[in-house]
DNA sequence: CGTCGATCAACTGACTCTTGTTCACAGTCT
DNA sequence: AGACTGTGAACAAGAGTCAGTTGATCGACG
């Protein structure tokens, strides 16, 4: 399926109006790009998250001759798919029928379509979302949710757990969001964070290596 | 950045209409989601392709108690970003200031909606405008600069011809439904065969044990 | 119709993937 | 608008999977 037949998929949920369609994907797209390119992780849930990782300069091979080049430092875009689209993707999940078919208000142009999707009719439509029934999902060993908060008390984990001070990167302030209340340098959406808890057993310096000479490990 | 922010951020191209841009939002992912699902690719050009991938069965570990477990084969969605979403991640391309400003028209339906808008609007436009750049990037071909790690092989160059270009794709029968209308046949997207290449030069008793023939169940 | 984006090849290293736990965020109710 | 609750998400660690790269070609997109 391309951008035309997309759009055109599209349009069946803008009440067969392509232009609002087109104008509908690329405003996702172009928004989801551009916080991406910002360097922000987009979130969203059920369906994924897109961020910008940053790849470490390394050794590459030309396919074709073979020879090895370093590529240097670049950002590339990274998504992740969420627990929901890959339950659905698996089979696990169905989705509904229809999830909200009719649009709110996003009448075209029409005034009058406006004038028909009065404040009441939203009421009907608007609130079943994926609501169904205990989804059984799991497709083979995932138990869904059970909490059983019952076992979990005797002897967790020996290892320490995490230690709320975390690595304090040295990336970059992270810009305040909108909201301002959250708690700061609590993202640190660096990948693996370098130092990370220095455990004793191995520290294999990993991305330290591999800049350097790939070729020649000796 | 989450999903509310996001779409606060959409709510931008719709005249500050939330309920639009959310709705503009759940669309396209909800199309996506339910294309990815049936197995069709939906590949949007400058952005990226989401597909269905198949999983074939394997042994995984459990990371707690290491136990070697036999997970059964699944299917995951697999997003490929496009060219110019890498190129504006990177950084070597930048994005024109706005789009399209203008929606086709979305009816906002109240008053009062439409003076919240306003406010809304007016903050928002001051920082976003603020961007405001020349654009007008000209198109920068392919190579944006960044793209020349290294320099064509001072004196690597492979002699005469370099490799022996291409071979008979003597690829497997392309055993594949093809839902698309349109799918050429010749195009055969099949996914790489399950039994991978078996070339003569790998000893088979390497690839044994790996993951067909996990040697035995605990 | 013109231009550019996507694909494919082989090899390798970077990254994903598994289960279980905890936290914070997201969604919904009031 | 505020608060509660459900749940998505990150982490751990080892092993295996797969994505990345250059260049040419086909087909998509405008």
Redesign the pocket.
Known sequence: M???QLIDALATRFEGNKKAAAHALESVLDTITREVAKGE?V???????F?K????A?????????AR?K?KK?N?P?F?????LKAIVSGAKKLPARAAARPVAVATRTAAAAKKTATKSASAAK?T???AA?AKKAP??????K??PA??APA??A?A??A?A?KAPAKKAPAKKAPAK??PA?K?PA???PA??A?A??APA?KAP??NA??KKA
């Open positions: 391309n951008k035309s992780k979130a969203i849930t059920g369906f994924g998250s961020e990782r940053v790849r470490e390394r050794w590459v091979r030309n396919p074709a001759t073979g080049m590529s670049t590339v990274k992740s798919a969420g627990a929901e609130k979302v994926t609501k205990p083979a060993k995932k138990a869904p949710a909490k059983a076992k979990k967790k984990k290892p757990k995490k709320p975390k959250k708690a609590k640190a990948k693996k964070a990370k808890k455990p057993k191995k990993k591999a800049k790939p070729a």
